[in-house]
C-alpha cells in the first residue's frame, strides 16, 4: 500500500460506536456511509486496512469521497466526520432586523385607528350580515 498522508488508526471505542451507528440504521444515509469508509479504512491492529479503491469498490462510492472522510477524521476527529458543519450563513436571508420586527410586532399588538375599525361603524357592520 502506498504511503498515505491520512492514515486512519480507530481505538476500541471508536470502532464501537461506528459499529452500533451502522447496526442501529436510524442514522442518515451518508452518515452511515461514512461510518462504513472509516471502519474498512482503518489501519490499526483491530482494522480492516483496505485500499481506497477496495473500499470504493466494495460501497459503492468514489474516491474523492473516501479521500475527504480519511482527512476529515485525521484534521478534525471523528465527531466532525458523522456530523454536519453548520452553514454560516442562512440558506434564506431574513427579511426584517432585529428594529424593524419590534416595529411590526408593536403595530400588530396596538389598538387599530377608529376610522379603519370595521367594528366601530354601524354601517359596515350592517353591510356584513
Known amino acids: 500500500m502506498a504511503n ?3 492514515v486512519v488508526k480507530l481505538d476500541a471505542d471508536e470502532r464501537a460506536r461506528l459499529s452500533d451507528l451502522i447496526s442501529k440504521g436510524k442514522a442518515a444515509a451518508k452518515t452511515i456511509l461514512k461510518a462504513r ?3 474498512k479504512a482503518d489501519q490499526s491492529e483491530a482494522g480492516e486496512g483496505w485500499s481506497d479503491e477496495a473500499i470504493c ?3 459503492d462510492t468514489n474516491i474523492t469521497m473516501v479521500e475527504r472522510v480519511r482527512a476529515k ?5 471523528l465527531d466532525a466526520v458523522l456530523t ?3 452553514r454560516e450563513t442562512p440558506p434564506i436571508a431574513p427579511i426584517f432586523d432585529g428594529e424593524k420586527q419590534a416595529q411590526l410586532i408593536a403595530l400588530a399588538c396596538s389598538q387599530p385607528p377608529r376610522r379603519l375599525c370595521a367594528l366601530d361603524d354601524p354601517a359596515a357592520g350592517r353591510a356584513r350580515r
Open 84 to 86: 454536519r458543519k453548520k
Open 73 to 77: 477524521l485525521v484534521d478534525e476527529g
Open 57 to 59: 469498490k466494495a460501497l
Open 37 to 39: 469508509i472509516l471502519l
Open 4 to 6: 498515505k498522508k491520512f
